[in-house]
């Protein structure tokens, strides 16, 4: 099985990033999503997958507008030809080690309810707060005693051009 190695995106990984998303979902909404994150400078961090080949998979992750301190994990991709392998697996875990290092209090997922939970994400962490994605696929996890506090969650706002179930 070909070797990965986890880090942060840098410059050199757009075009790759590009084609990766484009290729992995339905519609080029989660490419426009990445370019706009960035352009807004809502992006936290991004980690990336490497193989020898080049770029294949990323987790990202943005600011929210509130609570303050908490980041949203979105989007998740892998290449088809590399999925099942445990890569987002690793991503999500980096991307959840460097947000505790980082200082951040909390990680917001909008995604699978029998994936994320593996990580530590449960729909209890934000039950009762409003958010435009309320529903079952909205899972919260605290990295620290205090992660979560007031009554919304408010996604920054490159994500209003998604549709809602992305
Ligand atoms: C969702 C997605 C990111 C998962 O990527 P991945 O690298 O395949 O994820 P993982 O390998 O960590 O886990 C996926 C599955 O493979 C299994 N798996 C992990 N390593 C494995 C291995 N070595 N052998 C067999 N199965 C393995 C996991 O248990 C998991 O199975 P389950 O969910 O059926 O229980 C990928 O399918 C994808 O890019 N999909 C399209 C984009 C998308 O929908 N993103 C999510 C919304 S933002």
Redesign the pocket.
Known sequence: MTEFIIRLETAVDREGLEELLLA??PTSSELRLMRQLHEDGDVAFSLVAMEEAGVV?QALFSRLRMPAATLAL?????AANR???????ALIEAGLEQAKKDGWKAVVVV?DP??YPRFGFNSEAVRGMSCQYAGPALMGLALAEDGFGGPRIEYAPAFSSLPDTD
């Not at 979105?74 to 892998?78: I, K, L, T």
């Not at 999925?83 to 697996?89: P, Q, S, Y």
């Open positions: 992995a979902f998979g979105a989007p998740v991709s892998v999925r099942r392998r445990g890569i987002a697996a995604g029998s994936y």
